[in-house]
T-cell receptor
């Protein structure tokens, strides 16, 4: 398997624009996570899906952030409108929680909002 | 709630030196413990894990032992290489109702000089 695939790897956008980050989890995994990494806060869990259903979105910072998982092989994280403080690296991770405890991470999307 | 505290870096060592990165945790029940490694520009990769007390996780010369009595999971390597330069994250996955969530420490930057 190719692992967790995220796109784009880098995104530069202007403040106020909509940004959509994409994730393809490992085939067969039933759990998906979106994390944000910044120097100040480290790694923060934004949202967790199990069997395509959002279970915990308590980490989503505000209404400008939304995430969807329309099927088992695709998820999006959308920021609308984007702000400079959203600049960070966003990671997607997946896991089969029936088989193991560890999560597998994608390579991340580095978002810069100017 | 669950939390992970790891020693702050950066840590700078010479090649073949002994490495210890301390990690302690707070959690109820019986969490699973992990060390992840992040190389520059990449996502997190699982380095090793332990799922119950007194388990020792090991990989690529790195080791960590799950010590429930001291709530610790310190990472060690007897002889580091330049290629070990990376950021190391200690993490736990809780048991019970929140057992899907990975809680990370803030990360420790290791630089190994030739």
């Amino acid at each position: 398997d190719a692992g967790v695939i995220q796109s784009p790897r880098h995104e530069v956008t202007e403040m106020g624009q909509e940004v959509t980050l994409r994730c393809k989890p490992i085939s067969g995994h039933n759990s998906l996570f979106w994390y944000r990494q910044t120097m100040m806060r480290g790694l923060e869990l934004l949202i967790y899906f199990n069997n395509n259903v959002p279970i915990d979105d308590s980490g989503m910072p505000e209404d400008r952030f939304s995430a969807k998982m329309p099927n088992a092989s695709f998820s999006t994280l959308k920021i609308q409108p984007s702000e400079p403080r959203d600049s960070a690296v966003y990671f997607c991770a997946s896991n089969d929680n029936r088989m193991s405890t560890e999560a597998f991470f994608g390579q991340g999307t580095r978002l810069t909002v100017v | 709630g669950n939390s992970v505290t790891q020693m702050e870096g950066p840590v700078t060592l010479s090649e073949e030196a002994f490495l210890t990165i301390n990690c302690t945790y707070t959690a109820t029940g019986y969490p699973s413990l992990f060390w992840y490694v992040q190389y520059p520009g990449e996502g997190l990769q699982l380095l090793l894990k332990a799922t119950k007390a007194d388990d020792k996780g090991s990989n690529k010369g790195f080791e960590a032992t799950y010590r429930k009595e001291t709530t610790s999971f310190h990472l060690e390597k007897g002889s580091v290489q330049v290629s070990d330069s990376a950021v190391y994250f200690c993490a736990l996955r809780g048991s019970g109702g929140s057992n899907y969530k990975l809680t990370f420490g803030k990360g420790t930057l290791l630089t190994v000089n030739p």
